[in-house]
């Protein structure tokens, strides 16, 4: 049976926490990418929620994460976090993690995880 690669979604109340994992599979490295997050929600085009740089320190967040959301790694467990506070209906989305290519493509690596927030 494949492990996912995305997981720790759910269904929760608004205000809620919830902290997605991505442990890619394979010989993929964390740490050598700009690994991040993206959802998608029904209807919606996926966007890019939170994302590392190739380089530096400027981590990238939407703005309506801003504050609520943070991305993390650990690189001893090959695992990138991202931890979500105060979540709201309008987080509600299917969430992926994968990296910007060095074609300036984007490549998913998984099949994403739910986040259901309720009102």
């Known amino acids: 049976q494949v492990e996912p690669v995305e997981s720790g979604g759910g269904s929760v109340q608004a205000g809620a926490s919830l902290r997605l994992s991505c442990a890619p599979s394979?010989?993929?490295?964390?740490?050598?990418?700009?690994v991040g997050w993206s959802r998608q929600a029904p209807g919606k085009e996926r966007e890019l929620v939170a994302a590392?740089?190739?380089?530096?320190?400027?981590?990238y967040y939407v703005h309506d994460v801003k504050g609520r959301f943070t991305i993390s790694r650990d690189n001893a467990k090959n695992t990138v976090y991202l931890q979500m506070n105060s979540l709201k209906p309008e987080d509600t989305a299917v969430y992926y993690c994968?990296?910007?290519?060095?074609?300036?493509?984007?490549?998913?690596w998984g099949q994403g995880t739910q986040v259901t927030v309720s009102s």
């Open positions: 590392f740089p190739w380089r530096g320190n400027n981590i």
């Open positions: 394979g010989s993929t490295i964390v740490s050598d990418y700009p």
């Open positions: 994968g990296t910007e290519t060095p074609g300036g493509g984007y490549d998913y």
